[in-house]
Structure formats: C-alpha cells, structure tokens
C-alpha cells in the first residue's frame, strides 16, 4: 500500500477496503468504532501540551466516557487498526500493538504488576483478538495469532497460533488469522 494515505486513511481502509477522501472518512464517522479511531489518530497526531493536542485530548476524553472504549493516545499502535464492535474495551498507555489488528468488545490488554510477566503486553500485527479476552502482562504475542473470546492470555504465544480458553492452551495454526482480518494493508 502506498505512503501517500494517512495512518487515519489506512485505518478506515480496514472497514471498508477503499481508499477514502478526507470528507468520506467525516461521513463515516457516524460508525462509533471509526468516530473513536478518528478522534485517537487527531490525539497522537499532536503533541500533549499544544493548543491542538488540549483540544484533541479534551475530545477524546468525552469519547472515552460516551463509548467506553479506554484508550490512550500513549499506546503504539500500528495502521490498519480496527475495532470490531462498539463496547467497554481497555488498553493500557504501555501496551503495544502492530498493524492491521482488530480488537472486539469487551477485551482488556493490561499490566500485570508482580511476577514473571510483570509489565505490559506487545502485540504483533495481524492479530485478532475476540469478545471479552484478556492479554496481560509482559508478554508477547506474535504475528498472525487469532485470540478467541474469553481467552485468558498471561504468558508469550508464538506466531501463527490460535489461543483459546482460561487457561489458554495454544494451537499452531498457518493460517491462524484468514478470514478474520479483511482489507489489510
């Protein structure tokens, strides 16, 4: 895909698999999951402590409460991100997530504060995360995993992986994500 798009463009090219111009990305903006991810990509455009970034920040806050989706503009996360429903999600400031991954309703990706995993989880790209899963920790997941709903995932998962279940057991998988993540980038 070409550089010329922007990292808001790449995102919402994950929803529909066109390119969009400025206005068609507005227009889109009545889907909550994109108007989020809109007002994200505004906040990590500017820096905190500009006129801009106040406003954006202000804006994301409000849309943090309205959506319930607890996100930062701190968290690395690369293009092509996309949210698959609208609901409760929280991602820790400190996680870091690669590209062309989709996120469900009700998932936490968090800390864990003691341990051998202490810390915060690094995902890899192209990584479907399910309904009410939870990664946590100082793990690292890696390219091409699915995490299915209601996964609990505390420990590192290799690549090409389908993880499932609390405790999670993993599956190798070639082709773990197919079907899963449309119009990658």
Same mark, same amino acid.
């Given at each position: 895909?070409?550089?010329?798009?922007?990292?808001?463009?790449?995102?919402?090219?994950?929803?529909?698999?066109?390119?969009?111009?400025?206005?068609?990305?507005?227009?889109?903006?009545?889907?909550?999951?994109?108007?989020?991810?809109?007002?994200?990509?505004?906040?990590?455009?500017?820096?905190?402590?500009?006129?801009?970034?106040?406003?954006?920040?202000?804006?994301?806050?409000?849309?943090?409460?309205?959506?319930?989706?607890?996100?930062?503009p701190e968290t690395e996360i690369g293009e092509?991100?996309?949210?698959?429903?609208?609901?409760?999600l929280v991602i820790n400031p400190k996680a870091?997530?690669?590209?062309n991954c989709n996120i469900a309703q009700g998932?936490?990706?968090?800390?864990?504060?003691?341990?051998? &995993?202490?810390? %915060?989880?690094?995902?890899? #790209?192209?990584?479907?995360? $399910?309904?009410? !899963?939870? @990664?946590?920790?100082?793990?690292?997941?890696?390219?091409?995993?699915?995490?299915?709903?209601?996964? &609990?995932?505390? %420990?590192?998962?290799?690549? #090409?992986?389908?993880?499932? $279940?609390?405790? !999670?057991? @993993?599956?190798?998988?070639?082709?773990?994500?197919?079907?899963?993540?449309?119009?990658?980038?």
């Open positions: 895909m070409s550089e010329k798009h922007s990292l808001i463009q790449k995102d919402f090219y994950r929803e529909s698999g066109k390119w969009l111009s400025k206005f068609e990305i507005w227009a889109k903006c009545i889907n909550p999951n994109l108007h989020f991810i809109y007002i994200l990509r505004k906040n990590q455009q500017y820096k905190k402590n500009s006129l801009l970034g106040a406003f954006w920040r202000l804006v994301l806050r409000h849309h943090q409460i309205k959506y319930g989706f607890q996100i930062y092509g991100f996309y949210l698959g429903h609208w609901g409760a870091k997530i690669g590209k998932v936490t990706i968090g800390q864990q504060n003691r341990g051998k &995993y202490e810390g %915060f989880p690094t995902i890899g #790209d192209e990584v479907w995360i $399910g309904t009410n !899963a939870v @990664v946590v920790g100082g793990i690292t997941i890696g390219n091409n995993v699915l995490i299915a709903p209601n996964a &609990y995932v505390n %420990f590192d998962i290799p690549s #090409d992986s389908i993880v499932v $279940g609390n405790p !999670a057991k @993993v599956y190798p998988k070639e082709n773990a994500t197919e079907g899963y993540i449309n119009h990658k980038i």
